[in-house]
C-alpha cells in the first residue's frame, strides 16, 4: 500500500538540492542554480487560518492583537495577520514549526484551500507590474500591508513585506489552491526577462529574517 | 544615396548596417534608420498605390500620420514604414499593386474618379441588387490596403504593464520632459511616454539656438540626460498613448527594441494626473497632386537630413506658411539642398533673422504665394506656384516640393479624454476649453513656439499636475505662472487651407483618396457637419487616424458654407495609433483551475476540457460514450475526482437562520450522522443550486455546492441576509478539500480495506456522514450518496492528501480492477437514475417543481422567509410551465442531442440530456415539455440542428430508467 505524503500544488521543474519532510509535506530549502535573484518560493506548506468575528478587535490569537484597519498587517513571532475587512482576518504562519489551531470559533484552518507564494529580491516589482494593476508600492502605505484582488485576473491576497524605489523588495501572495499551476506558470513566464527562477525555502527564510531586522 | 555621416543630430548609427529584401534585392540601410527610411536612402519614391485610384504614394511625413507608406513587412501588411524601426533581415513588401508599386497596371482607375463621387457606396451598392454581390467582389479585389492569409499566426512576444503613477506625461519634447523634471522634484511617481525611439520632439533635429551657447538638438538631449537620470521618472520610449479613460487611466503600447524581452507590449497607466504635451504635427497644404511623391512635409525633409543623414532631394520648392519651413529651408539649404524658391502663403508676420538669413543665401522668398500643382506622374518633376488669389502663376523645375500650410496641436489625447475642444482665431488651433479633472496641456500644442515658451509652458502644466494631487501649493503654480507670462505667447497661425484650385485632384484624405471635390459634393447634396461629412467620404477613417485630414476638414467646410459658427473638429477614438490586436491580447495567461489529481489524471490518459473556471478529466479514452467506465460502476467499481463541487464552512449563532432564508429545506432537523440534501432557489422561485448539509456541531455547518456556482455561493448567502444583522460567518473551503466518489458494488470492499472505521450498510447507511482518518493520520468526511445510482462513497479529503489517498484506493481496488471514470460517464450514470445537473437538465426559467424537486420545499417553515417560496407558490397553481420528464427513442440506437428541439408547429421544450444507455440498451434522456405533452406515452417530434426536417421521435416515459427502487445505492 502507498506512504502517505502531502504533495504541494505546486512544481518547479528546478532540480532539488535540499529538502526536508515536515508533517508529511517535502519542503524543498535549496534548488540549483536558484540565481541572484527574484526568486519565486513555494509556501504551500505553511499554516494559514481563517479568522472570522464580528468582536473580532477583541481577539488575540496566540498572542498577537488583530490590527484594527483593513488592509494593515501586523507581523510577530513569525506569524502575519492580515486585516481583511470588518470582521475578518488572514494568519499566515511564516515559520518552519508546526502550528495548533487556536481554540476560537471563529478560526477556520485554510492552509490546503490556497496556494501561497512569495515573490522577493531584485526587480520583483517589474515582474508584479506584468501581473496585476494592483498598486504594490504604493508610497502611501507602509509595508507590511494587505492588499486584496487580482493577479493575472485570479482573486488574491497580496501582502507587501518590502517596497523599495529600485523595485526591488517582495511579497506573499495566496489565490485558490487549483490555480496553482497557472499562477506560477504566468509568475514564472513573466519574470523570465528578469532571471525570475524557483528557489527554496532558506532563500525565503534569509530575506524575511532581513526584512524583520530592517523593521527592528 | 550616400549619407551625410558627420551630423551631430544624427538617430542613425552609420557604424552598423543592416540589411532588408525589397523587389528582390538586398538593400542596406543602418541600425537607426526605420524601414521607409531605409528603402528611400536606396532610391525607392513609390512606397505604395493608394486605396481607390492606386496613385503612387511617396515619403510625406515620418509619424505615421498617413498610409502613404504602408507596406507588407515580413507577411505583415499595413506596417506603417515610416515609424517602423529597420530590423536585419526584414522582407518588404509593396501591397495593393497589380505589377510594382512603380508600374501598377490598375493605375488606370485614377481617371475613373469622375465615376466616384462623393457617397459612392451609399447611392450605387444597392441597386440593382443582382449585380453587387458579384461588383463587390471586384471591387475589393482592385481597390483596399493589404491581406492577410486567414491562417497568419502573429510572430513575437507580447506583454503587457501595470503602471501606477502619480503624474503621467504624455509626449517627450522639450515641454513634457519640462513637466516631468517638474512633477519630479516632489519625489512622486511620473511616468513619461514618448512615441519616438528618442525623447526630444521637434527639438532633436532642429540646429536653430536655444540660447546663445548651444542649439535646440543639444538643448533636448541635456534635457533627455536629465529625465533619465532620475529615478522616479519612468521613461518609455518608443510609447504610444492610444487611449484615455475614466479617473485618467491611460493606455499605450510600446514598440520592443531587439534586446528587449517583448515585441510590443501594452501599458495601462492608473495615474493621478495627467500631462498633455505632444506638440504639434503640420498641417497638409493642398494643391493639385499634393500626395504626388517627391511632395513631403517640412519636418519629414528635416528629419530626413538631419536624423537619418538623408539630403531628400537636389532641388527644392518650398510652400510653407510658418517659420519652422523657412528654418528647415534654411538648414537644408545649408546642407547641400539647392533652393530656387520659398514661397510662403504669409504676406507678413516671419522671423525677420530667417528672412535675413535666406536673403543672404540668395534663396527668394515669395511672400504671399503657395503652390498650386506638383507635375510629374510618379515623382514630381516641376511644381506650379501662384499667389494666393491665384492670378499670377509660375512654373519651377524640382525634384522635391517641401509643402506646408501650418501646424495642428496633436490633441487626440485630450479628445480622448473629453476635453472640450474649442477653435482658436489667433492661433488657427482647436484648443481645449474644459480639460478634465487633473489633466494639463503644456509645450507646443497650446500654440507657443520660442524655446524657453515652451519649457516654461511644460514646467507649469508639470507644476498644475502636482497641485491638483495636493503634492504642491497653489503659491508655486503661482510663480510658474507668472514664468510664463513673461515670455513670448502664441504665434499666430496660418489659416489658409488650399491653393486656389478646383480640388479635382487635391487630397484632403490620402488614405481614402478623398479630394476636395469630394468634400464639396458631400456639402452640396446637403452635409454641413465635419462629422457627417467625415463619415459620407471617408475622409478620416483610415489607418493615419485622421492625421492628415483632421484639421483640415472642419476648417474647409466651415470655409466653403460660410458658417458663421466656429469649426469644430471631429472625434477621434482609441486607438488613437493603430496596433496589433496580438498587442491588446498581451501575454494571455491561461487561468484555469486545476484538481490535486489533474497531474495523475492526464497521466492515466484523462482528456481534459475547460468547464467553467476548472480544467477537468471528461474521458479516460477514445470512447466518448465511455462504455467501458460505465459498465465497470455498474458492475464493479470506479472513481470520480469530484473535487470542483463548492464546500463551505458556515458557523455562528445565526448560522441556522441563513440556512433556513437560503434553502428551500427546513434545516433544523439535520440529524447527527446524516446528510440532508436541498436546494436552492432565487427569488423567482427558480433553481440555482443544490448539495448537501451537514451539521457538524451547534450553530457550525459543512455544506457542497455545485461547481459552478462556489464562487458565488458566499455573496449569495450574504445578500440574500443583508438586512438581517444576523451573525454568522462563512468559509470557503471548496480547494481546500478534494473529492473522492468510490462508487460502485464493489466500493465498499474497497474502502474496507484502508480504513478503520465501520463501514457497514448498518454503521454506516444511506445519508450517513462520517469523520474517520485514514492511517491515523488523513482526516475524512465520508458521505453515503448515490448521485450515480450505485453504492457510493464520497470521501472529502484535504487537498494534499488526495494523491496519496488516490494511490491507496487504487492499490486497494486493484484486485476489483477499479478504474477512473470521467465526467461523460458520470453524466450518463447519473441520467439513467433520473438525477438532475442544474444547467443541463434546468436553464434560467426552470423552477423547483418543474424538475419534479417540489418534495424538498418545506411549506410550513415559519421563522425564516424562504427565497423563492412566493415565486413557487404562484407557480404551483400554473399549467402553463415546462415539466421535466423521462424520454425514450423510438429508435434506440440513436439518441438526440442535448439541446435538440422538440417541436410540432412551434418550439414545445427541448432535451435536456439524452444518451445511449449500456446499463438498459436503450436510447433514453430527460427533457424540459409543455406540461401539455408531460403525460407517459406522448410522442414527441425531436429537431436536431441541421437535420433537414429528418425529425427524431421519443414517447415519454416514467424515470428512472435504472433501478426504480433505489435499492443498489442503499445496499
Known amino acids: ?216 | 544615396m550616400n549619407r551625410l555621416h558627420e551630423l551631430p543630430t544624427l538617430r542613425i548609427d552609420t557604424q552598423k548596417t543592416q540589411s532588408l529584401k525589397y523587389r528582390g534585392k538586398s538593400l542596406q540601410g543602418f541600425a537607426g534608420d526605420t524601414v521607409a527610411t531605409a528603402l528611400y536612402a536606396n532610391g525607392t519614391r513609390v512606397f505604395a498605390r493608394s486605396l481607390k485610384y492606386h496613385r503612387p504614394r511617396g515619403l510625406y511625413s515620418l509619424d505615421g500620420e498617413s498610409s502613404n507608406t504602408c507596406m507588407e513587412v515580413d507577411g505583415v501588411p499595413n506596417v506603417r514604414t515610416e515609424n517602423t524601426l529597420l530590423k536585419d533581415g526584414m522582407v518588404v513588401k509593396a501591397q495593393n499593386v497589380k505589377g510594382s508599386a512603380d508600374f501598377d497596371l490598375m493605375a488606370f482607375t485614377d481617371k475613373l474618379d469622375w465615376m466616384m463621387p462623393a457617397g459612392f457606396y451609399y447611392k450605387t451598392m444597392h441597386k440593382p441588387a443582382a449585380i453587387w454581390p458579384v461588383a463587390m467582389k471586384a471591387i475589393r479585389k482592385a481597390a483596399g490596403v493589404g491581406t492577410i492569409s486567414a491562417n497568419y499566426e502573429v510572430k513575437g512576444r507580447y506583454d503587457e504593464i501595470f503602471l501606477t503613477a502619480d503624474v503621467c506625461i504624455i509626449g517627450g519634447g522639450a515641454a513634457g520632459m519640462m513637466a516631468a523634471l517638474a512633477a519630479a522634484e516632489s519625489g512622486v511617481r511620473v511616468v513619461l511616454l514618448e512615441s519616438r525611439p528618442y525623447l526630444g520632439g521637434c527639438w532633436d533635429y532642429r540646429v536653430n539656438e536655444y540660447n546663445q551657447n548651444k542649439p535646440l538638438f543639444a538643448r533636448s538631449r541635456e534635457l533627455a540626460g536629465q529625465v533619465e537620470s532620475i529615478p522616479n521618472i519612468r521613461v518609455f520610449k518608443h510609447t504610444s498613448m492610444v487611449g484615455a479613460y475614466n479617473n485618467n487611466l491611460i493606455t499605450a503600447f510600446q514598440v520592443g527594441k531587439n534586446d528587449d524581452a517583448f515585441t510590443e507590449r501594452y501599458i495601462e497607466i492608473r495615474s493621478k494626473s495627467v500631462v498633455v504635451a505632444t506638440g504639434c504635427i503640420e498641417r497638409p497644404l493642398i494643391f493639385e497632386n499634393n500626395e504626388r511623391p517627391g511632395v513631403m512635409q517640412v519636418a519629414c525633409a528635416h528629419r530626413l537630413a538631419r536624423s537619418y543623414g538623408l539630403l531628400p532631394g537636389k532641388e527644392a520648392v518650398f510652400s510653407v506658411g510658418h517659420d519652422l519651413g523657412l528654418e528647415a529651408a534654411l538648414d537644408l539649404f545649408d546642407l547641400g539642398l539647392k533652393i530656387p524658391y520659398v514661397a510662403d502663403i504669409r504676406e507678413d508676420g516671419h522671423d525677420d533673422s530667417l528672412l535675413e538669413a535666406l536673403a543672404q543665401r540668395k534663396v527668394p522668398v515669395l511672400k504671399g504665394w503657395v503652390a498650386a500643382k506638383a507635375h510629374g506622374c510618379n515623382k514630381v518633376t516641376r511644381v506650379t506656384l501662384t499667389t494666393l488669389d491665384g492670378t499670377i502663376r509660375r512654373q519651377i523645375p524640382c525634384d522635391l516640393l517641401v509643402a506646408s500650410a501650418g501646424h495642428t496641436p496633436v490633441n487626440g489625447p485630450l479628445i480622448l479624454a473629453q476635453a472640450k475642444m474649442a477653435y482658436d482665431n489667433h492661433t488657427g488651433y482647436f484648443l481645449p476649453q474644459d480639460l478634465p479633472e487633473n489633466m494639463f496641456s503644456g509645450g507646443r500644442m497650446t500654440g507657443c513656439n520660442h524655446p524657453q515658451s515652451v519649457e516654461a509652458s511644460g514646467r507649469l502644466a508639470g507644476i498644475k499636475a502636482l497641485a491638483a494631487i495636493d503634492m504642491i501649493n497653489d503659491a508655486a503654480v503661482s510663480v510658474a505662472k507668472k514664468a510664463a507670462a513673461l515670455l513670448p505667447g502664441a504665434d499666430r497661425g496660418c489659416k489658409l487651407v488650399t491653393a486656389p484650385v478646383k480640388g479635382r485632384k487635391s487630397f484632403i484624405c490620402f488614405d481614402e483618396d478623398t479630394t476636395i471635390k469630394n468634400i464639396k459634393q458631400a456639402i452640396d447634396m446637403g452635409f454641413d457637419v465635419p462629422e457627417l461629412i467625415k463619415r459620407f467620404t471617408s475622409a478620416g477613417t483610415g489607418p493615419g487616424q485622421g492625421g492628415i485630414p483632421g484639421h483640415n476638414l472642419p476648417l474647409y467646410v466651415s470655409k466653403y458654407t460660410a458658417s458663421v459658427s466656429k469649426p469644430m473638429p471631429t472625434t477621434v477614438r482609441p486607438p488613437l495609433v493603430p496596433t496589433l490586436l496580438a498587442t491588446y491580447a498581451g501575454a494571455h495567461h491561461h487561468m484555469f483551475k486545476r484538481t490535486p489529481l489533474h497531474a495523475f489524471q492526464k497521466r492515466e490518459g484523462g482528456i481534459f476540457r475547460n468547464i467553467g473556471v476548472w480544467q477537468r478529466a471528461r474521458y479516460f479514452s477514445q470512447d466518448f460514450q465511455c462504455k467501458n467506465e460505465i459498465l465497470n460502476v455498474r458492475n464493479n467499481v470506479g472513481m470520480l475526482d469530484s473535487s470542483t463541487l463548492g464546500k463551505f464552512r458556515i458557523f455562528g449563532p445565526d448560522a441556522l437562520k441563513a440556512l433556513q432564508r437560503l434553502y428551500v429545506s427546513d434545516m433544523s432537523n439535520i440529524k447527527k450522522g446524516r446528510i440532508k440534501y436541498s436546494a436552492m432557489c432565487n427569488d423567482d422561485g427558480c433553481v440555482i443550486d443544490d448539495g448537501i448539509v451537514v451539521k457538524q456541531s451547534d450553530n457550525d455547518y459543512y455544506l457542497t455546492t455545485s461547481s459552478g456556482r462556489a464562487g458565488n455561493t458566499v455573496e449569495w448567502f450574504r445578500f440574500h441576509t443583508r438586512f438581517d444583522g444576523w451573525k454568522y460567518h462563512m468559509v470557503n473551503l471548496t480547494d481546500s478539500m478534494g473529492v473522492i466518489n468510490v462508487s460502485g458494488p464493489n466500493a465498499r470492499k474497497v474502502l474496507k480495506k484502508i480504513v478503520n472505521a465501520d463501514v457497514s450498510n448498518k454503521a454506516f447507511s444511506f445519508a450517513g456522514y462520517r469523520e474517520f482518518t485514514i492511517k491515523n493520520t488523513i482526516p475524512v468526511r465520508a458521505m453515503r450518496l448515490g448521485f450515480v445510482g450505485e453504492l457510493s462513497f464520497e470521501l472529502h479529503v484535504p487537498s494534499s492528501y488526495m494523491q496519496s489517498v488516490w494511490d491507496m484506493l487504487m492499490s486497494a481496488g486493484a484486485e476489483f480492477n477499479i478504474q477512473n471514470f470521467g465526467l461523460e460517464a458520470q453524466n450518463v450514470l447519473r441520467m439513467e437514475k433520473g438525477h438532475i445537473i442544474l444547467g443541463q437538465e434546468s436553464e434560467q426559467r426552470t423552477n423547483l417543481l418543474d424538475l419534479g424537486l417540489g418534495f424538498l420545499w418545506d411549506r410550513k417553515k415559519a421563522k425564516a422567509k424562504t427565497v423563492g417560496a412566493v415565486a413557487l407558490r404562484q407557480a404551483e397553481n400554473d399549467p402553463g410551465r415546462f415539466k421535466l420528464v423521462g424520454i425514450r427513442m423510438e429508435d434506440d440506437t440513436r439518441a438526440p442531442r442535448d439541446g435538440a428541439l422538440i417541436v410540432d408547429t412551434r418550439v414545445r421544450g427541448y432535451v435536456a440530456t439524452a444518451r445511449k444507455s449500456f446499463t438498459t440498451g436503450e436510447a433514453v434522456g430527460m427533457a424540459l415539455v409543455e406540461s401539455q405533452l408531460s403525460k407517459p406515452g406522448s410522442r414527441l417530434d425531436i429537431y436536431e440542428d441541421e437535420c433537414n426536417e429528418n425529425r427524431l421521435y421519443a414517447r415519454v416515459v416514467s424515470m428512472p430508467f435504472y433501478d426504480p427502487e433505489g435499492k443498489r445505492m442503499k445496499m
Open chain 1, 1 to 216: 500500500m502507498t506512504g502517505i505524503q502531502r504533495y504541494s500544488p505546486v512544481t518547479f521543474d528546478s532540480s532539488v538540492k535540499k529538502s526536508e519532510t515536515r508533517d508529511n509535506w517535502k519542503v524543498v530549502l535549496t534548488y540549483h542554480e536558484e540565481g541572484p535573484g527574484p526568486w519565486l518560493v513555494d509556501l504551500s506548506h505553511k499554516t494559514r487560518w481563517d479568522l472570522q468575528d464580528s468582536q473580532i478587535d477583541d481577539l488575540s490569537p496566540n498572542g498577537i492583537t488583530v490590527p484594527s484597519d483593513p488592509g494593515t498587517c501586523a507581523f510577530k513571532k513569525e506569524l502575519l495577520v492580515n486585516r481583511m475587512n470588518r470582521t475578518q482576518a488572514a494568519i499566515w504562519h511564516l515559520g518552519d514549526k508546526e502550528m495548533i489551531l487556536p481554540d476560537i470559533q471563529g478560526c477556520t484552518d485554510v492552509t490546503e484551500a490556497t496556494v501561497f507564494l512569495t515573490l522577493f529580491g531584485s526587480d520583483a516589482f517589474l515582474v508584479a507590474e506584468k501581473l496585476t494593476a494592483l498598486d504594490l508600492r504604493d508610497p502611501a502605505r507602509t509595508t507590511p500591508f494587505l492588499l486584496q484582488g487580482p493577479l493575472c485576473h485570479v482573486p488574491c491576497q497580496i501582502v507587501v513585506l518590502e517596497k523599495n524605489t529600485d523595485m526591488s523588495g517582495g511579497f506573499l501572495l495566496t489565490c485558490s489552491r487549483g490555480y496553482a499551476d497557472s499562477m506560477v506558470h504566468a509568475v514564472l513566464d513573466s519574470g523570465q526577462e528578469f532571471g525570475l527562477r524557483p528557489a527554496g525555502e532558506t532563500q525565503f527564510g534569509n530575506w524575511v529574517q532581513t526584512v524583520q531586522d530592517q523593521t527592528m
